[in-house]
């Protein structure tokens, strides 16, 4: 069964430090997400990016954010100069469309921040 | 903008017994998707069952289904006979047609033998 593969699992990073964290979304999906999940809190959307563009940010995604898809296959979210409370879990989504259909979701990324 | 709220933050349930999930929404969309995903310990996001707005007929997905009131703006889940594998953390989304999906801040179920 295809699936969503996000790398690392668990990143740790100091203060201050740029991060990349990567995905693969599933090879016909069209649209990619990247949500964010802070510890016993709810998930919240990042970014989703459609056509090799940003569709839709929402207000967490600022100038520290950026996402790519490099080649083919991966789709990567940077963020630079990373602070305490970026300490989060991140998942990747993907979708063949952009609405009523099931996004598939990574296994998600710890970043811890110290 | 949009909300979606989940008042349950914590539930509990004994196996084979039959549980309800709340969430209610805000929208003055009339072209909207709901979804209800399950985390379990894993972490891992897992759709659990969706439904279309413009469909009166309540979603139904083996043990789980769905009590979608339109005019209330609820959408609540009902797990039946429930097992101990159904013990997670459930979310609520919502989605605008054209939009990311947003969710409730989730209810954690036990379920008990």
């Known amino acids: 069964e295809p699936e969503v593969t996000q790398t690392p699992s668990h990143q740790v990073t100091q203060m201050g430090q740029e991060v990349i964290l990567r995905c693969v979304p599933i090879?016909?999906?069209?649209?990619f997400y990247w949500y964010r999940q802070i510890l016993g809190q709810k998930v919240e959307f990042l970014v989703s990016?459609?056509?090799?563009?940003?569709?839709?940010k929402s207000e967490i995604f600022d100038d520290q954010f950026s996402v790519e898809r490099p080649d083919g296959s991966n789709f990567t979210l940077k963020i630079r100069s990373t602070k305490l409370e970026d300490s989060a879990m991140y998942f990747c989504?993907?979708?063949?469309?952009?609405?009523?259909?099931?996004?598939?979701f990574g296994q998600g990324t710890r970043l811890t921040v110290v | 903008a949009q909300t979606v709220t989940q008042s349950q933050p914590e539930m509990s349930v004994q196996e084979a017994e039959t549980v309800t999930l709340s969430c209610t929404y805000d929208t003055s969309e009339s072209d909207y998707y709901l979804f209800w995903y399950k985390q379990p310990p894993s972490r891992q996001m897992i759709l659990v069952i969706r439904q279309e707005a413009y469909k009166q007929q309540n979603a139904t997905e083996n043990r789980f289904s769905v009590n979608f009131q339109k005019a209330a703006k609820s959408f609540s889940l009902k797990i039946s006979d429930s097992q101990l594998g159904d013990a997670a953390m459930y979310f609520c989304?919502?989605?605008?047609?054209?939009?990311?999906?947003?969710f409730g801040k989730g209810t954690t179920l036990s379920v008990s033998s």
């Open positions: 090879s016909n999906h069209l649209y």
């Open positions: 989504a993907s979708s063949e469309l952009l609405q009523n259909t099931e996004a598939f």
């Open positions: 990016f459609y056509n090799n563009e940003i569709s839709e």
């Open positions: 989304a919502y989605q605008q047609a054209g939009t990311a999906l947003i």
